[in-house]
Nanobody
Framework: QVQLVESGGGLVQAGESLRLSCAAS????????IGWYRQAPGKARELVAN???????RYASAVKGRSIISRDNAKNTVLLEMNSLKPEDTAVYYC??????????WGQGAQVTVSS
């Protein structure tokens, strides 16, 4: 089993930055990729960014160029930094971990609200 604990989130103004953290515990060695998804009201959950064991990153087109995902292996933590936030970034953000066998683990979710 893998546990994912999120921190961060909150209310920010458009143009500001925000950092989200995801701390992983349990059978961490089974994880191949860790990242963030988000879901806005009335919309489907979508990938924001992720990073795999080799350090290869992926970003959604909506956040590419203004977001950075990184990991601290010593702390088993993944960090997502989002800059130049827009009102359309408002959503619940979920940490996601995927094992080599394609099993998914999810955090509880963190609300991010960007005001105009």
């Amino acid at each position: 089993q893998v546990q994912l604990v999120e921190s961060g989130g909150g209310l920010v103004q458009a143009g500001e930055s925000l950092r989200l953290s995801c701390a992983a515990s349990g059978n961490i060695f089974t994880l191949y990729v860790i990242g963030w998804y988000r879901q806005a009201p009335g919309k489907a959950r979508e990938l924001v960014a992720n990073i795999n064991n080799n350090g290869i990153t992926r970003y959604a087109s909506a956040v590419k160029g203004r977001s950075i995902i990184s990991r601290d292996n010593a702390k088993n933590t993944v960090l997502l930094e989002m800059n130049s936030l827009k009102p359309e970034d408002t959503a619940v953000y979920y940490c996601n971990g995927q094992t080599w066998e394609l099993r998914n683990y999810w955090g509880q979710g963190a609300q991010v609200t960007v005001s105009s």
